[in-house]
């Protein structure tokens, strides 16, 4: 059985190269992902320059690992490779909307976590930098990405030079509904959090950020409500530069 | 190697049980899906009833496999857990907003492609139902979905009982751009949608719809302007009412 139970986001990597065979391999099995109509919608802009990476790092708070990684992929929803089909073909594309701009993006995403399900099966580690839609008009200006086109996911990858414990899960229950959504009551958040709550790296997660509890580190530090939305705006605005609203 | 080279959408399923442990067992592993900041911004609805499925197919358009699979599970994009659980802890959330939106989707949408990958190893058959944003205040009311919790996928699941054809792709030259985005020329149109539009189910698709390109059946008929338009404010609206935007 094929398995991921054992995964590790990998954000240190060892000098071995990603052969572009590789590389080139995964990046082709996994466009048998589904996708909308099988029209494809997403691109994947490969960055393995020292200056395309030092132009990117910004972009994602300069987190160490896009400049270290072998590899960044930008994986972007893109409708304008099929609006320009259309247009080379008598056909008048209608898809400077947000829904098109879901769909794209859901076939981006789709695609992406193929992707890594596949690198991860060869042994290649990989970091999902979900600050990609931060500030996407910095990546949308450094990756020339036209009108139609949205950076949605960034993967740095490369063969890993560390052993980082795997991250804990919630339970199953806590995830599923039967039939219906069930709302969390007291009780539930208490059995589904406790024991995430009592590992010993979130208890001194707590200590570290001086926080009372492990929500608070969440909502006064990592995910405020006000850089949520101010990059809200961001995002809105540079949707809005794209074409899709 | 793991691979889905072979993969094809299934949309008959045999009779055959998908029995709740092998369902769950599939569910957790997945939970192992990359998540931000290890939120697990997801829920996933399992209909099995048929009633519930009876009463999701008008909102994927009553297509056969909603009521004809064994279960049907819609994935959520949800902060409602989290904001309870930062609620019941002391925290004030701050997760009512399109970034948020954005970032619960994210999750949502990996999880349901690992979900699919491991399924598919499995030897199940999936089929992903991208109507689930089309109408998704049908699905919320019918769900019972609380605010801050909004579908985003839908798959149908079952043991195969057809074996449709692998569907062809773009070569992978069409998707990827080196260091940045490449617009596409007349040429590289060409050079990338040819042997599509020469496949001989293509050929006939645009006998059948009385069309003169290929594109046009996607532009005029599967995927118009107007239904993108009109869906596009349903979808708003749905987001406004769920508390994101």
Redesign the interface.
Known sequence: ???????K?IRKYSDKIVSEELL?KL????????T?????L????????KD?KEALAPTHFNQPMVTEAPVVLTI?A?F???S???E????????D????F??A??DA??Y???F???AE??GLG?C?L?TT??MPQMIID?????KL?FP??TITLGWPNEEPN?????P?S????????E??T?EK??D??TEKENLKENIQFVEINKK?????V???I?????D??I??KG??DALKKQGFI
């Not at 909308?36 to 494809?40: A, E, V, W, Y």
């Not at 450094?142 to 036209?146: A, V």
């Not at 009372?212 to 608070?216: F, S, V, Y």
Request: aromatic fraction near 10%; include cysteine; proline fraction near 3%.
């Open positions: 059985m094929m398995s991921i139970r054992n995964r986001t080139n990046l082709e099995e996994a466009e048998h992902t589904p909308m109509g099988n029209l494809q997403y691109s994947v802009i490969v960055t393995r320059s395309g972007c893109d304008r490779r099929t320009t089909w259309a080379n073909r008598k056909a008048k594309p209608g898809y909307n947000f829904l098109s879901m769909n993006s859901t995403l789709l992406t976590q193929s890594c399900n596949l099966g060869e990989t999902y979900g839609i931060y450094t990756l020339k990405l036209p086109v949605i996911a795997i991250s804990d899960r919630l199953l806590a995830i599923i509904h039967n039939e219906h959504y709302d969390y007291p958040i208490n589904y959090y009372e509890t492990l929500a608070q969440f909502t006064d990592r995910y405020t409500k006000k949520n939305e990059m809200s995002m809105i």
